[in-house]
């Protein structure tokens, strides 16, 4: 089984920074394409910014040159930095993975519980 667990969620002004990570579990092989994906109250939840497993990235029009997504290789572990935060930028966070297992020859999508982001004054 695996788990994504998110964190580092909260309330922050607008033009603050937060830093949300995405740390992966379980009897993983390959942490493939790894994204961020934000919903905001109301509506749908939206790709924010994806990682592949070689490293290259893809960002929503509405974040580019705002918000920076990495990943750590030896803990299995995929950051968002958020900077520059409006009020449009308030709602849940998920992280969502395409996992491969021990137990699979496929890949798998694994999503984590989500994180709170409040961007206010």
């Known amino acids: 089984q695996v788990q994504l667990v998110e964190s580092g969620g909260g309330l922050v002004q607008p033009g603050g920074s937060l830093r949300l990570s995405c740390a992966a579990s379980?009897?993983?092989?390959?942490?493939?394409?790894t994204g961020w994906y934000h919903q905001a109250p109301g509506k749908q939840r939206e790709l924010v910014a994806n990682?592949?497993?070689?490293?290259?990235?893809n960002y929503a029009d509405s974040v580019k040159g705002r918000f920076t997504i990495s990943r750590d290789y030896a803990n299995n572990t995929v950051y968002l930095q958020m900077d520059r935060l409006k009020p449009e930028d308030t709602g849940a966070y998920y992280c969502?993975?395409?996992?491969?297992?021990?137990?699979?020859?496929?890949?798998?999508?694994?999503w984590g519980q989500g994180t709170q982001v409040t961007v206010s004054s």
């Open positions: 969502g993975a395409n996992v491969r297992t021990s137990t699979s020859s496929w890949y798998d999508q694994y």
């Open positions: 990682i592949t497993g070689g490293g290259r990235t």
């Open positions: 379980g009897n993983i092989v390959h942490l493939g394409i």
